[in-house]
């Protein structure tokens, strides 16, 4: 039980005239930016070296900005 090219035409005319063609081209035209964005992104990603993200490198900058501080709650703000 499969919807048939009628159903999809049906519904495609209701949703033409709930939002209109000019509507529906712009909905189209964002989500296509959205979408070669993202596979801009993912290209870039696959093309980083492997260095730029070395966890020993990471861990050794994490330890050189650790900030000690005291934590008080706000009862002790209060009082």
Same mark, same amino acid.
């Given at each position: 039980?499969?919807?048939?090219?009628?159903?999809?035409?049906?519904?495609?005319?209701?949703?033409?005239?709930?939002?209109?063609? *000019?509507?529906? %081209?712009?909905?189209?035209?964002?989500?296509?930016?959205?979408? *070669?964005?993202? *596979?801009?992104?993912m *290209?870039? &990603?696959?093309?980083?070296?492997?260095?730029?993200?070395?966890?020993?490198?990471?861990? &050794?900058?994490? &330890?050189?900005?650790?900030?000690?501080?005291?934590?008080?709650? %706000?009862e002790?703000?209060?009082?």
């Amino acid at each position: 039980m499969g919807i048939s090219i009628w159903q999809l035409l049906i519904i495609l005319a209701i949703v033409l005239v709930l939002f209109g063609a *000019k509507r529906l %081209r712009n909905l189209g035209t964002d989500l296509g930016t959205a979408v *070669k964005g993202f *596979k801009t992104s993912m *290209k870039e &990603e696959e093309n980083k070296p492997d260095d730029a993200a070395d966890p020993e490198q990471i861990e &050794e900058g994490a &330890e050189a900005r650790v900030i000690d501080g005291e934590v008080s709650s %706000r009862e002790n703000e209060k009082a």
